[in-house]
């Protein structure tokens, strides 16, 4: 089994800046294909917002957040990075990370999470 914890979530205003992380632990005994980070506001599916393969660093995002967010990964710790700058009202969600062992076809990154985390609040106030 494989836990996810994310951290670093909070309230910020508009224009302000947020770092989420994403520790993972328990049954890794290597390292999984890539991991995601994706969010869900009130009302509205879950969404992928960037994601990283782990082996190359190739990296993901979403239109929407292009320019403004990054993620990166510490492969030592297993913990995944990311960054948020320039956040709007819209950003407003619980943000989770996911772990994919696999590629799967037309996702981003190629990445559907195996597992998840417990996410953690995001509120951006105009």
């Known amino acids: 089994q494989v836990q996810l914890v994310e951290s670093g979530g909070g309230l910020v205003q508009a224009g302000g800046s947020l770092r989420l992380s994403c520790a993972a632990s328990g049954r890794i005994s290597s390292s999984p294909y890539g991991m995601g980070w994706f969010r869900q506001a009130p009302g509205r599916e879950r969404e992928s917002v960037a994601a990283i393969n782990w082996g190359t660093g190739g990296t993901y995002y979403a239109d929407s957040v292009k320019g403004r967010f990054s993620i990166s990964r510490d492969n030592a710790k297993k913990t995944v990075y990311l960054q948020m700058n320039g956040l709007k009202p819209e950003d407003t969600a619980v943000y989770y990370c996911?772990?994919?062992?696999?590629?799967?076809?037309?996702?981003?990154?190629?990445?559907?999470?195996?597992?998840w985390g417990t996410g953690t609040q995001v509120t951006v106030s105009s």
């Open positions: 996911g772990l994919s062992w696999t590629w799967t076809a037309q996702v981003m990154g190629g990445i559907r999470p195996d597992y």
